[in-house]
């Protein structure tokens, strides 16, 4: 017969499902086993004398499991140690990116890291309601509303973004909230006298204090006038007056002509000049004259010179030219 033991001092409720342990109990080896079904109060567990490592809990209090790790109580699933890299990864694995170094970082946060990498905010869009491509002198002024987009929007750090004028200089509208659009009154217009982009940049920081960006160009354009006109040369007004004109950031294209009279193609002296009028059809060269040189003011009263060319011959058919 085994000799009698005295019974353990705690009380027990259920063997399964729950322990209430004694609190005058000392933890020790003789008790592992019931401080292993155990749960116990923050405040009880620190104060108890005779841990030895392995031994766990479950804390009412923070509703957590903890171990004790011959040094501390640690979170159980929480990492139980720390993990520091002697060299830099050496390449991408899941959300770790090559070259990543690791101090004492929780096995947590490696493994979030691994498979649960942060996901960076971008903008996916970025407007002005209503304005579009325009002619070179166009003047933009009063309310305006910039509009867009962001992805991840949950890791944009809280009215961290902004609008910058990138072409005139200046800051638009700063600490801006991630609404997706902001109304602004231009008191000084913005315009561009030469064919080019007038930019604005937005602005955020995410919540790795990294900031990201996206542009808006709103590009200024010459027109470019095409037709058909039986005068052997043309004036400021015989170009505007031609069939079409349009806006354009190159003069390259297949232009469909008309039949009859000469054929022209202006356009202004700052595209560059033509290498070559071709047949679209039989691929040979169409004659051409050299061009002629005219002034030009356009409707919103700015001028450049422009480059007249005309057919040598009048061609009585409809014709398709590559201009090169």
Same mark, same amino acid.
Request: net charge negative; with cysteine; glycine share 10%.
């Given at each position: 017969?085994?000799?009698? !033991?005295?019974?353990?001092?705690?009380?027990?409720?259920?063997?399964?499902?729950?322990?209430?342990?004694?609190?005058?109990?000392?933890?020790? #080896?003789?008790?592992?086993?019931?401080?292993?079904?155990?749960? =116990? $109060?923050?405040?009880?567990?620190?104060? !108890?004398?005779?841990?030895?490592?392995?031994?766990?809990?479950?804390? #009412?209090?923070?509703?957590?499991?903890?171990?004790?790790?011959?040094?501390?109580?640690?979170?159980?699933?929480?990492?139980?140690?720390?993990?520091?890299?002697?060299?830099?990864?050496?390449?991408?694995?899941?959300?770790?990116?090559? %070259?990543?170094?690791?101090? $004492?970082?929780?096995?947590?946060?490696?493994?979030?890291?691994?498979?649960?990498?942060?996901?960076?905010?971008?903008?996916?869009?970025?407007?002005?309601?209503?304005?579009?491509?325009?002619?070179?002198?166009?003047?933009?002024?009063?309310?305006?509303?910039?509009?867009?987009?962001?992805?991840?929007?949950?890791?944009?750090?809280?009215?961290?973004?902004?609008?910058?004028?990138?072409?005139? /200089? /200046? #800051?638009?509208?700063?600490?801006?909230?991630?609404?997706?659009?902001?109304?602004?009154?231009?008191?000084?217009?913005?315009?561009?006298?030469?064919?080019?982009?007038?930019? +604005?940049?937005?602005?955020?920081?995410?919540?790795?204090?990294?900031?990201?960006?996206?542009?808006?160009?709103?590009?200024?354009?010459?027109?470019?006038?095409?037709?058909?006109?039986?005068?052997?040369?043309?004036?400021?007004?015989?170009?505007? %007056?031609?069939?079409?004109?349009?806006?354009?950031?190159? +003069?390259?294209?297949?232009?469909? +002509?008309?039949?009859?009279?000469?054929?022209?193609?202006?356009?202004?002296?700052? =595209?560059?000049?033509?290498?070559? +009028?071709?047949?679209?059809?039989?691929? =040979?060269?169409?004659?051409?004259?050299?061009?002629?040189?005219?002034?030009?003011?356009?409707?919103?009263?700015?001028?450049?010179?422009?480059?007249?060319? !005309?057919?040598?011959?009048?061609? %009585?058919?409809?014709?398709?030219?590559?201009?090169?």
């Amino acid at each position: 017969m085994p000799p009698n !033991r005295t019974p353990p001092p705690y009380k027990e409720a259920s063997r399964v499902r729950d322990w209430t342990p004694d609190t005058s109990a000392r933890l020790n #080896t003789n008790y592992l086993g019931e401080f292993a079904n155990s749960t =116990l $109060a923050t405040a009880e567990a620190t104060a !108890r004398g005779g841990v030895q490592a392995g031994m766990w809990y479950y804390d #009412t209090t923070a509703t957590t499991t903890y171990f004790w790790n011959d040094t501390a109580w640690t979170e159980m699933g929480g990492g139980g140690g720390s993990y520091t890299t002697t060299e830099p990864t050496t390449e991408t694995v899941g959300g770790v990116a090559v %070259g990543t170094e690791y101090a $004492a970082a929780t096995m947590q946060e490696v493994f979030d890291d691994l498979f649960h990498p942060y996901q960076l905010p971008a903008f996916s869009s970025f407007a002005m309601t209503g304005v579009t491509d325009v002619e070179v002198g166009t003047s933009f002024s009063g309310s305006k509303t910039f509009t867009w987009g962001t992805t991840n929007s949950g890791n944009v750090t809280a009215n961290s973004l902004g609008i910058t004028d990138v072409t005139g /200089g /200046g #800051t638009v509208e700063s600490a801006m909230a991630n609404s997706g659009s902001k109304a602004h009154t231009f008191s000084v217009p913005f315009t561009r006298t030469t064919a080019g982009a007038y930019r +604005f940049t937005i602005s955020g920081t995410n919540t790795q204090s990294a900031s990201f960006t996206r542009n808006l160009d709103i590009n200024f354009y010459w027109k470019v006038y095409y037709g058909e006109s039986a005068s052997t040369s043309l004036d400021e007004a015989g170009i505007e %007056g031609l069939r079409v004109g349009g806006l354009q950031a190159a +003069f390259a294209a297949t232009y469909a +002509f008309s039949a009859a009279n000469y054929k022209y193609l202006c356009f202004p002296t700052a =595209l560059g000049v033509v290498t070559s +009028f071709k047949d679209q059809s039989t691929g =040979l060269d169409v004659p051409f004259e050299a061009p002629a040189t005219v002034s030009v003011t356009n409707a919103q009263s700015v001028t450049t010179n422009y480059y007249v060319y !005309r057919s040598t011959n009048i061609l %009585g058919a409809a014709i398709n030219i590559i201009v090169a």
